[in-house]
């Protein structure tokens, strides 16, 4: 079954589009954290951001690049947030949202992390064999 964004890229959701090009589209989010929060999506459905190619990946962020900006003209706000947090959808998104201060988007609460790890997860990252 085709994702909810891919339902939306073909016209059987309406959205309220605020660009698009041939390979992207971007729209507002219907749950805003902030008013003006947008989410730009490839028109290609792919599942997870490390699963794009690198030329994708690369024209994804120039099409995050130019909302953003579209964006921070529009709202008047600080600092757009960009954010991939791939969970609700399984489909490559990134949300932009207008920010006046660090508090306006919570990120999560640090884990309970033995500073003695250190090494050990560098050593893991480091190390680990691409896919």
Not at 32 to 44: I, T
Not at 47 to 61: G, K, M, V, Y
Not at 81 to 92: A, D, I, K, R, T
């Amino acid at each position: 079954m085709s994702s909810i964004f891919t339902q939306i890229i073909n016209g059987n959701i309406p959205c309220h589009e605020v660009w698009q090009d041939d390979h992207h589209l971007a729209f507002l989010d219907i749950r805003p954290v902030k008013p003006g929060h947008c989410l730009v999506v490839p028109k290609e459905e792919i599942s997870h951001i490390t699963d794009l190619t690198p030329e994708a990946h690369a024209q994804l962020w120039k099409a995050v690049h130019l909302v953003s900006r579209k964006l921070k003209l529009a709202s008047g706000c600080e600092r757009v947030v960009m954010m991939v947090v791939g969970w609700e959808v399984p489909h490559v998104h990134v949300h932009l949202i207008p920010t006046n201060s660090g508090e306006d988007v919570a990120f999560p609460d640090p884990c309970d992390f033995d500073p003695a790890d250190f090494p050990n997860w560098a050593h893991r990252i480091s190390s680990a064999a691409e896919a």
